[in-house]
């Protein structure tokens, strides 16, 4: 009935005076019956205690973690903090499965998040932070800057199976070189190197390898093999098994090298999962934790 009579008034009257009235109405009521603001998660509610006093440049990531950013870089970090539950969980699990680790590669850093919490939490630790996107590395450049952490060394470029150079497209910040259907995207051709070579190069042998590379990570992987193989690091992988496809790649290559290494895995909640089940993972996107 209620719904029949606001037809009515509608149709009965001329625009020019519903229009404002209605406008008029909306705003009296929101004015004495102002909506409840939705009440805060218990990751914000922390996130807000935590960063009470920090400065507009300052995010504290967790108890006694302070990180200073690039502008643009806030609500990317603030995903690791209370925005994602998953992605929380992601960031709790790093710092916890690190404690005891000194030498992170950073595969797809893009701000530098992984990064820079793996370099704050020890003196000793060290890490190379490599990102393909000039947009992104422009911003790693700058938080790397920012907190004074001479230990990350930057790298510009893409890690693959082969070196050369690569076709990518940008997606927001991130390079990306799975296919695209979108022919408006922005394209980019950046340097490409197997991580093995990059390792030799630097003289760094990781403990700890985390990969996000929207895809390309079967290809990592297999540049990344020897390393994998004779010092068996500590490895956070987000797995895109339908972008895997769209570069040509296949889970059995990934899972050969995995395999042969002995490794085990594990969801970001701890629940472990058996490799041979991630090849028709149903998930777009599998974030998990390798163990040898």
């Known amino acids: 009935m209620i719904a029949q009579a606001k037809t009515f008034v509608r149709l009965v009257t001329p625009p020019f005076i519903y229009s404002p009235a209605k406008a008029a109405f909306l705003k009296a009521r929101d004015l004495w019956f102002p909506p409840k603001p939705e009440a805060a998660s218990p990751l914000k509610i922390v996130f807000d205690r935590l960063n009470q006093g920090a400065g507009e440049d300052e995010i504290v990531m967790r108890e006694g973690l302070k990180l200073k950013l690039h502008p643009d870089s806030r609500i990317p970090f603030e995903y690791f903090c209370h925005i994602e539950e998953e992605v929380v969980r992601e960031m709790d699990r790093f710092i916890e499965q690190t404690r005891g680790k000194t030498r992170l590669l950073d595969v797809g850093a893009l701000h530098g998040v992984f990064s820079l919490v793996f370099a704050s939490l020890g003196a000793e630790r060290k ?111 987000e797995l895109h098994p339908g972008r895997i496809v769209d570069e040509n790649d296949s889970m059995d290559e990934l899972l050969k090298i995995l395999r042969s290494a002995r490794y085990k895995a594990h969801f970001v909640d701890g629940t472990p999962v058996e490799l041979e089940a991630l090849a028709p993972h149903a998930h777009p996107v599998a974030r998990l934790t390798l163990t040898p």
């Open 127 to 237: 890490a190379v932070a490599v990102d393909a996107s000039p947009v992104a590395f422009s911003r790693l450049l700058y938080n790397i800057y920012k907190n004074d952490l001479e230990a990350i060394t930057p790298v510009e470029c893409a890690l693959s199976s082969e070196s050369g150079f690569l076709p990518m497209h940008y997606e927001w910040e991130h390079a990306v070189a799975a296919r695209s259907d979108n022919s408006a995207r922005k394209r980019l051709t950046v340097r490409k190197m197997r991580g093995d070579d990059l390792c030799r190069e630097l003289a760094f042998h990781p403990d700890v390898i985390k990969i996000d590379v929207e895809g390309h990570e079967v290809k990592v992987i297999k540049g990344l093999a020897q390393e994998i193989q004779e010092n068996r690091p500590l490895i956070f992988l």
